[in-house]
Structure formats: structure tokens, C-alpha cells
């Protein structure tokens, strides 16, 4: 049974630093991997998919790779903002499922001015 | 674009209650779509999805039920709340062949 796990649960960081969050999933058969953002009481923001075949994605400051092997995805946000401040979760999506997404519980993160 | 709308925001209703949350989808045809429930402190939890129009699928044994009346629309349902089906429920969109979820602002809903 695939089970997704983010440590750690939360993260607080001074401002400007590049931090890296962490995703690991137990099975490594996989389609894809998701990685989202959620502000307090808000719907969640996807930042970025990773399919298996590929090893990373980036946009603007934000650069996710994917281990399949060793069942890692590490989420890698640079010079740090308080605006990046929020909930970010890791999802995967199981390669015999058209439809199901496993989920972490996701990583609190602080960015202190 | 795809949008993804869901109402209402917020919600307060008492025990043994209805409940009708809706959730729309423009700027894309026959989406696969999606309700999770995030409870407190909690992961996302899947409850429904629909492939097509009246195609529903259940994750999760509850007094919920989901409805897909048109393509783009779905709706979640229930005929009597119990306390423990407050949560915060979202509803998202993806395309099967790639399937990348797309989420609404979701509903928080809070059963006194």
C-alpha cells in the first residue's frame, strides 16, 4: 500500500534562505508526482507535476526533482520569501490509478522577515 | 483558463441538517472531478470522483453522497449532517491523460 510521507511537519526559516522540503513515498511505481501549495483556509495552488520519466521541474524560484528508485521528492525554494509562507503538500498518483492521489500530510512553512 | 468555482465559502449548519455544496468547472469539457475532505490537522481525504456526467465513484463510506447533473458541474449532498462531517471540503479538475489536479477555494464547513 503506497504511503506518502513530508518531514518535517513544520519549518520556520529567516528570510532569503534556499530551503528543501521532503517528500517520500513507499512504493515507487508511480505515474506522477504533484507538489502543492495551500495558504491558511484557502484551496490548494498547484506548483508543480513531475512525471515518473522525468528527474526534475522547475518554475521561477521554485525547482522539484524526483528519485523513483529510492522513493524521494525533494521540493528546493530558493532565496526564501515571507510570501512562500504556507502549507506544502506532496501528492502521488499510483501507476495502476487513473484517478487516485496519495497524499502527505504536508509541510507547515514560516518564513520569518 | 480553467476556472474552478465552489460555494458557498463558509457554512454553519446544525446537526441533522442537509447540505448541498457546489462546485463548477469552466474552460474545459468533460473533466474528471473530484471531492476531498481536509479535516483539521489532517491529509486530504478523497472522497467521491466522476469520470463523466452521472458517473460517480465512492472512496469512502459516509453519509455523503455526490451528484454530476452536468458536465461540469458537482455537487455534494447529504440528507442528515452529523458532527463529525465538519471539515474543510474541496472540490478539483483534472484530464485523465495527464492528470494534474486543479483545486477550488473550497467550503468550510462547521456542524454545531
Not at chain 1, 521532503?22 to 508543480?48: E, H, V
Not at chain 2, 468547472?25 to 475532505?37: A, D, H, K, M
Amino acid at each position: 500500500k503506497q504511503e506518502v510521507t513530508q518531514i518535517p511537519a513544520a519549518l520556520s526559516v529567516p528570510e532569503g534562505e534556499n530551503l528543501v522540503l521532503n517528500c517520500s513515498f513507499t512504493d515507487s511505481a508511480i505515474y506522477n508526482l504533484q507538489w502543492f501549495r495551500q495558504d491558511p483556509g484557502k484551496g490548494l495552488t498547484s506548483l508543480l507535476l513531475i512525471q515518473s520519466s522525468q528527474r526534475e521541474q522547475t518554475s521561477g524560484r521554485l525547482n522539484a526533482s524526483l528519485d523513483k528508485s529510492s522513493g524521494r521528492s525533494t521540493l528546493y525554494i530558493a532565496a526564501s520569501q515571507p510570501g512562500d509562507s504556507a502549507t506544502y503538500l506532496c501528492a502521488v498518483r499510483p501507476a495502476d490509478s487513473n484517478y487516485q492521489l496519495i497524499w502527505g500530510a504536508g509541510t507547515k512553512l514560516i518564513i520569518k522577515p | 483558463s480553467q476556472t474552478i468555482h465552489q460555494w458557498p465559502a463558509t457554512l454553519v449548519q446544525p446537526v441533522g441538517s442537509p447540505l448541498s455544496l457546489e462546485c463548477t468547472v469552466e474552460g474545459t469539457s468533460n473533466p474528471n472531478l473530484y471531492w476531498y475532505r481536509q479535516a483539521a490537522g489532517r491529509g486530504l481525504q478523497l472522497l467521491f470522483y466522476s469520470v463523466g456526467i452521472g458517473q460517480i465513484s465512492s472512496e469512502v463510506p459516509q453519509n455523503l453522497s455526490a451528484s454530476r447533473p452536468q458536465d461540469r458541474q458537482f455537487i455534494l449532498s447529504s440528507k442528515k449532517l452529523l458532527l463529525s462531517d465538519s471539515g474543510f471540503y474541496l472540490c478539483a479538475w483534472g484530464v485523465e491523460s495527464y492528470n494534474e489536479q486543479f483545486f477550488g477555494p473550497g467550503t468550510r464547513l462547521t456542524v454545531l
